[in-house]
């Protein structure tokens, strides 16, 4: 007997039959011998209705009131699916955070879970019965409703199995796992058995949006195994384990792209101590994410710096900068939107050299030119020309030998 | 000073618009210099779309989590409306029945309040933060939320008065007040300024259906002075009120009427003690409310009893006598489901004489037969063909000297 959480997704509650298949599943893992508790998200289009009121309202509302409007999205489906567990037989109740309780601070609007009693929970569970908790929320300081921010939904499913001491989280969604890379693009990526925690933190990072990357984050430091499966098909999906669980540990287990960037180079940096203090500085205080950053050698007393900034903060970051041309005392900017980075992420990186190389080497026979390069334990991305996307991630999928006998039926990454 | 508490229904709060007018209401309020609390129903087509998905899944559905699923609309209309007020300038926040809380009972989808803890809400209210609470529900034991069934929300706004010892429950809906009779039948009929709470029962449960029927009961009980108001029109409504503080009291205040009935006769029932107890005890069992009742002296042994039941009752309640004849020993049943009940209520009555023939004298002269008669202390009730409703109202509305000079501009009861 296991003890497993179980979180399905807007899409996969979206109709009141979606609802009644839910039901189903559970039904069967809990007829397979299993304690199981189950998380639930909005039925999908809800919360963005929700949102649009309070925002045509006011555009900065109240973040308490937004979280006491959107909350109901989730307070819906649990009793919804509470009634259709029920209805074949499975004893059920739905939970809010407030009753749990699942404690947040007061960041409302993108609250931190602070903690979970789950002991009612665990009681009930013990009984026979199948919690049915509501996702996204839970309760502040002062008795108010919170919200975790969007895709909370896979952290409330992480923090309660955690809470919970569960087996496993299974994580429903509209894809059936975790792939080698996006199968859109190349049609033989694979689906993972197995990945650690550390490489999906990466993959996920870098594009592939499967699981929100605070849930990952959770589930790896509180050591809870997650799957990710589909809701719309009955197969194993991808485990998101520790790394020690993994056996065969690949040398690279998956290529993630993003075309989500932008590089700015800064030309004739005076070369001098608190430069790069100074423009980083200058960028985060406007709210800029920077990614990837290089700063050549210096000639002549002065340097060139490039970097990369998500492709929406491109016009903050030149105006930024622009107004601080005279005080970092560079002789120009250049700015580039059509880049894409592409990375190659496995753990078993660690132990293998050589891995960089056979990215350059693969790159540079398609005549791909490599911008930039960033490294770290697990992981090597590069930026490229935005029009080599396909090409790159396709031939760093061969050259790392992850291509599938046979191409994958439809699915997304 | 005054400390009033305003309840805005479902088409008052329908869209964003009416929201924002509404916040513009409580704001006028305020700015005159009262303390003020707000209760709101869902937004009026909310409620129905939540009821239809909970019996779409099961007839029999969970009632708690029926309640946990539809007390979400009024939910979302508190977080709207505080956004509403806090954009103009008004402090505001939501409350949930749990929060307040508001404590109930734990017969859900038609609760019981048993219940309120306002201290929190009125040292709000002091430092000029108006509370945005949500009508219809609660939280009942092992703190589940509990709704208070349709209509629920003029109940509390009722007890939240009483609870806040407020001056006064200004009920907003789509009428501008309580009526003699109603406008769409006769065209003359006058607003009652005030109108006592025995008066508003007996017109409520006899068709003027302005306040829900427990929200008057509890009004009289707490002595919680309600007005009914226009939510679209800026003038003033009816008071329901205690009779001592109606100084003129008017021997008849309104003429109400109900098409929701159907008359039966059991003819040649054996007169032998207890009849009477088998017959509606049967029908008490099936469900079935009774209303009027008569039984005329015996003749031969035997008697015939006339009663009346709502409408949509009657073929449960034939079905329940017609099983039950040998054990009754009557002949047989008539039904007439084409009859209506008109009713003339009035305070003043208590101390005339002659109310009831006035009434028997004007619907001779207009050739109206009379069925049935029922009598209280303020209300005299005649069971007439249906067809005879409009005329039997019109002619009943003059008798007793209620016409306007002019007639009211469109509006109904």
Redesign the interface.
């Known amino acids: 007997m296991a003890r497993i959480v179980m979180k399905f997704g807007g899409t996969s509650v979206a109709d009141?039959d979606r609802?009644?298949n839910v039901a189903q599943r559970v039904k069967r893992e809990k007829e397979a011998g299993n304690e199981v508790a189950v998380v639930v998200s909005a039925m999908s289009g809800v919360t963005n209705q929700?949102v649009a009121?309070?925002s045509?309202?006011?555009p900065l509302?109240?973040q308490?009131?937004?979280?006491?409007?959107v909350?109901?999205g989730e307070?819906?489906t649990?009793?919804?699916l509470?009634?259709?567990l029920?209805?074949i037989g499975v004893p059920a109740?739905?939970w809010?955070g407030?009753?749990v309780p699942i404690s947040t601070d007061d960041a409302h609007g993108k609250a931190r879970v602070e903690g979970i009693d789950g002991s009612a929970l665990v009681a009930r569970m013990r009984e026979g019965e199948v919690p049915v908790v509501a996702g996204f929320q839970g309760v502040a300081p002062g008795?108010?409703?919170a919200t975790l921010g969007r895709g909370g939904s896979d952290l409330s499913a992480v923090a309660l199995a955690a809470a919970l001491k569960a087996d496993r989280c299974d994580i429903y969604t509209d894809v059936d796992g975790v792939y080698t890379t996006d199968p859109r693009i190349v049609p033989r990526a694979r689906k993972l058995e197995r990945i650690a925690y550390e490489e999906m933190l990466e993959l996920a990072s870098v594009g592939a949006k499967v699981l929100q990357t605070r849930s990952v984050e959770l589930a790896m430091k509180e050591r809870v195994r997650v799957q990710v499966l589909s809701s719309f098909e009955d197969k194993p999906g991808s485990l998101v384990v520790d790394e020690d669980e993994i056996v065969e540990k690949e040398v690279v287990s998956g290529i993630a792209y993003s075309r989500d960037e932008a590089k700015i180079t800064l030309r004739q940096v005076p070369d001098r101590p608190g430069i790069a203090a100074a423009v980083f500085g200058a960028l985060a205080q406007a709210n800029v994410n920077v990614d990837m950053i290089v700063q050549n050698i210096s000639a002549d007393g002065s340097t060139d710096i490039t970097f990369t900034v998500g492709r929406a903060d491109l016009p903050r970051a030149r105006d930024v900068l622009g107004r601080e041309q005279e005080r970092l005392g560079y002789a120009s900017l250049l700015a580039d939107p059509e880049v894409a980075k592409i990375s190659v992420v496995g753990i078993g990186m660690r132990s293998h050299a050589g891995v960089a190389n056979t990215m350059f080497r693969a790159l540079a026979e398609k005549g791909i030119n490599i911008q930039v390069i960033s490294t770290s334990e697990i992981k090597v991305s590069v930026l490229v020309g935005a029009e080599y996307t396909e090409l790159a991630v396709r031939a760093l999928h061969t050259a790392y030998g992850l291509d599938a006998a046979e191409p994958a039926p439809e699915a997304a990454a």
């Open positions: 009141l609802i009644r929700l009121w309070c045509a309202l006011s509302h109240d308490r009131e937004y979280d006491t409007v909350a109901t307070q819906v649990t009793g919804l509470a009634i259709a029920q209805t109740r739905s809010q407030w009753q008795n108010r409703i």
